[in-house]
Every structure is written in structure tokens, then in C-alpha cells.
């Protein structure tokens, strides 16, 4: 199974990914407690990037609002936690099918009557914009006034339950993203992956190749979408609060994107990479700008723009396939 | 609740939406010519309202006519942002083009709240309390001298477009981009161009909106997927679209939010745009691409 998905990896590359999975794996042994919480939310943006990767990257289909997906796992699961004790791994065998089947709508209604491009990006806007007002107003989970898990000091760690110390997040994020880049490492090399290349490239060539573009599409929204729910899931249970104004906002749905767009998209690598430079560059700007007694709400996040314009402006396909060339990692082209 | 509460919140909603109706104009032309979403659109409107809302503060100079200089800046700011950022993304996929502008959003909001602060500036007119009545009909003042200025603006726009050698050129580029290289017409200038135009608009419309709303430097955003609403609804690329989108919208906020709730107003629009691009992709008044 390992064999087969390092197959086709140039060596120095499955030694550098040893190399930082094993530094990733010891890392809360060395790092402070802050620095485990920024590792979270690097992880948490590389699994959310990663999901997304899938409809974009790999697909072609712009998705502009994951948040959608996001909310509604970390929703579901929370509701079901806070209202009925159920747990919260009960809760992803809830979230991801409903979080799938909201993909399936969106997508059946946008590929049937022929919404592509801009429009259906900004029709998944409109649909996660639909859901964060519609929450607002949902008094089963408390509408504006935001869903609240419990939280206490925990002597130990419950895996089951997911309550816990952050330690216990951080390997279970990390465990995660290890296995959706797995996933998409499967899906990239199997035919699915191929015929969604096919699709991205130029959807009409695929069909007149007779690849059923339709239902592979929709297969690339509803598998983006059920990945997503899981990190919902783990956010509600990680940050034990939920607002609707927070978690579908657009903001959340940008956040999850510029990784990937960033790191490469349709890259494996990509994403990962892509969230490890952000979250890095936003925690280093503060702490530069902390560090200079510069006090000025705003500041960091103007820079965090220019930085983003500058990469973006200097390297179109993003870091990583550039990096890659660069270090001689690249995967071989398929 | 009696029939005229409907009709005066009706016609409020519909001279906002005029408003809306401008705003969105400059979305569509630059959509319609560049075919680059502008996602930073709603927060260059609130440069403009910053700027008419100091020009008030600072020198008592009303917004109304303060949006022609206002206009004007944004026209040179618009200008500027295409000639030195856009062009050379314009054949850059639309992930790209769409994470450049937003980091041109990121820059303004924060930029803004650098300089004037987190808190909801507003600008008080002699005219702010003012209102006509009409028979049973009583309207804001404010809310006239926007709608009718909102008009003006779009009128003298479709004007440029139609009868000027400039205006022709401009929609050359947007029928056929190759052929209008062909014919010797410099894309890139006019590109700037009418990105400043779209800039120009969204200018206006944010001095006027100062007289209806509060401005701080986080709504940008809002407006900007306001903006792609109504756009979207009226037809992207068509200037009457984006006019009865306005119109359409305001109409709809303002009722939703007498019936139900005004937080709830916002759900409306998006529920009009799901229909949309459902049953009339195109828009209500855009061509369907061939």
C-alpha cells in the first residue's frame, strides 16, 4: 500500500516527506504550547485546502464557498454533542454524507441547467451566503447567538469523545491530513483522477472521448464536500464555539483557498505547502510587527496583501511547482 | 399593516436600489470588457464613501456634489490598479486573477482601518430629516437626490458608450478581443480605461451611498457580493441589466425586511440570484454567450 503510493516519487522526495512527517511527529515534544496551536491551524487550512484541491485542482470546477461544507459538518456535529451526547465520530458519519449531499444539489443544479466559470463560483457564494444567514436565524442552534460546546479542564484525553488537551487535536489533524493527501494521491492516480484532468483541460474533448462528464464532476463536488465536513467537525470540537457569522462567512471560504492557490494548484504538495507559508508569514508579521512596538490594528493584514500580490504576481502557478523544480522533488508529469 | 407602509418602504427600497443599480454598473462594465471580476469591488466603493465623508467632515462639502471629484479619484485610482496590476493577469486563469483581487481587497479594507479607525462614520446633510410627500406617499429627501443622481450617472455613461469614438472602441474590445487588436486599437489603455470607468461608478455610487448608510471600513466586502448579486441577476455585461438588478434588489431587501426581519433581508437576494442563474443563467437582460 505504501509502496504504491510512493510508486513514481523521485527518492529525494519520499526522503523529504519522511523527513518532515517525522518532524511533525515529534514536533510537541520541542514546540511551546502557542507554537502547537499555529501548527493546528496550518494543518487544519493544508486538510480544508487539500479538500478543495479536489474540485478545483484536480476537477477544474471553482468553488468559492467550502465554508458551506465546513459549517455544516462542524453544525451537525456540534448539535448532535451539545443537544443529544452523541459523539462527535457519529457526528462526522452524519456531516459528511449531508455535507456531500448539499455538494450534490449545488452541483446538480449548476452542471444540469449549464452554470460554469464565474457564475458557478459565485453560485456557491450565494449558497453559503444562504446558509450563514439561515443559520442566523436557526434557533435549534441558537441562531446569532452562537453554539457553545462545553468545556473543562480535562485530566485526560478522550479520543472518543474528542475533549481533550491540544496535543490530542494536533495528532488527530495531523493524522488527517496524512490521509487525505493519501487520498488524493489515490485519486490523482486512479481513473477518476484522470478523467477529472481530462475534464479540467477541456471539458468538451472530454466528453466527446466519452468520459461521463457530468457524474464525475459531480463525484469531484461531493467527495470535495464530505473531506470538508470532517474539518468542520474538528474545528467545532477545537474551538468549542460556533457562530454563523463566523464559520460560513465568505472570509472562511477565501481563507481555505489561498493555500492551495498559493502552494499550486492541482498540486499534491501544493496545498500543504501553501498553508504552511501563510500561516507562517501571518504569525511572523505580528510578531515583527509586536516586536517593532508598532500597535496598529490592520497592519499585519496589509502586508499579508502585499505579500500575496507579490506571490502571486512572481510565481502564477503557485510555490510548490516551482520549489519542486528547483530541488529536483517534482512528481513525474503523468 | 396598512397598504401606504408597503408602498412609501416599496419606493425607499426602489431609490436605493438605484443606488445599488450604479454600484453594480461598474461591476458589469468591467466584467463586460475586461472579464475580470472585480472582487474588490465593494471595497472601493467604501473609498469613496471614506473620502465623502471626510470631504463633509472636514469642509461641510455635501456628497452630492462632491461625487463628481469623488468619481474622479476612482477613476484615476481604477485606472492605475488595471494599468499597473490587472493587465498583465488578464490571461491568467480565473483562480488567479480572482486571488490578486482579493489581496487588493485585503489591502484597502486594512488600509482604511489604519487610517480612520474601526468605528461607523456618517454624514449628517441640512437636508438629512428632510421629505417629500405625495399623497399617501412620503419619501426621504436624501433618498431622491441619490436616485436621481444615480440616474444622471447612468445615463451619461450609456451616453459615452453610444455616441462616443471612445465608447465604440471600448465595446469593440469587449465583442472581439482578438479583433480589436487586429484593427490597431491599444487593448491595454482601454482596458485601464474602462476599468477606471467601473472604478468611476462605483465612486459616485459610494458618495451618494453616504447619505443612505453608515460607512466602516469592514462593510466593503458586503457590498462587493451585493454588487455580484445584482449583476448576476440583471446580466452580466448588460448596463440595463445591471440597473433593473439594482432596482430588483432594493426592492427586495427593503419588503423582506418590513415582512420578515431586516437581518433575514440579505437571504432574499441571494435567493433571487439561486433563481437566476438557475432558470436564466444569462441574466434577465443578458445575451446568452453563443
Known sequence: MAARLLAGLPRRAVIALALVVGALVVAPWIVNDYLITVLI???????????????????????????????????IAAALFTRYGVGPWVGVLLAMPVAAACGAIIGFLAFRFGVAGVYFAILTIAFAEFARIGFDHLAIVNAAAGLFLPVAQYTHNDLWRLRGDPTMFYYVILAATLAVLALCRILRQSRIGYFWLAIREDEEAARAAGIATFRYK???????????????????????????????????????????IIGGVGTLFGPILGAFVLTGLAESLTAALTACGVDLPGAEQVFYGVCLLFVVGALPEGIWPWLSRRCGIAERTA | MPFDVYLNVAVSGLLTGLVYGLMALGLSVIFGVIRVVNFAHGEMMSIAMFLAVVLFSAFHLDPLIMMVPIAAVLFAFGYALQSGLINPFITRPEHSQFLLLVAVGIIIVNVLLIVFG??????????????????????????????AAAVLFAALLFAFFRFTRVGAAIRACADNHTGALVVGLNVERLYALTFGIGAACVGAAGAMMT????????????????????????????????????????????????IFTPSAKSMFAFGILVLVLLFRPQGLLGKRAA
Open chain 1, 41 to 75: 491551524l496550518i494543518l487544519y487550512l493544508a486538510f480544508t485546502g487539500q479538500a478543495w484541491n479536489i474540485m478545483m485542482g484536480f476537477a477544474g470546477q471553482l468553488s468559492l464557498g467550502h465554508a458551506l461544507y465546513a459549517g455544516l459538518g462542524a453544525y
Open chain 1, 218 to 260: 459531480m463525484y469531484a463536488v461531493m467527495i470535495s464536500a464530505a473531506v470538508t465536513s470532517f474539518a468542520g467537525v474538528f474545528y467545532a470540537f477545537f474551538y468549542n464555539n460556533l457562530f454563523p457569522e463566523q464559520v460560513f462567512n465568505i472570509s472562511q471560504s477565501i481563507q481555505m483557498i489561498l493555500g492551495p
Open chain 2, 118 to 147: 474601526p468605528d461607523a462614520r456618517t454624514v449628517q446633510t441640512a437636508y438629512g430629516f428632510d421629505s417629500f410627500q405625495i399623497g399617501p406617499l412620503i419619501v426621504d429627501a436624501a433618498k431622491v437626490y441619490a436616485g
Open chain 2, 211 to 258: 447619505l443612505i448608510v453608515d460607512v466602516t471600513p469592514m462593510i466593503g466586502p458586503t457590498y462587493t457580493l451585493l454588487a455580484f448579486v445584482i449583476v448576476i441577476t440583471g446580466g452580466l455585461g448588460s448596463m440595463a441589466g445591471a440597473l433593473l438588478g439594482g432596482l430588483l434588489i432594493g426592492l427586495t431587501e427593503a419588503l423582506a425586511g418590513l
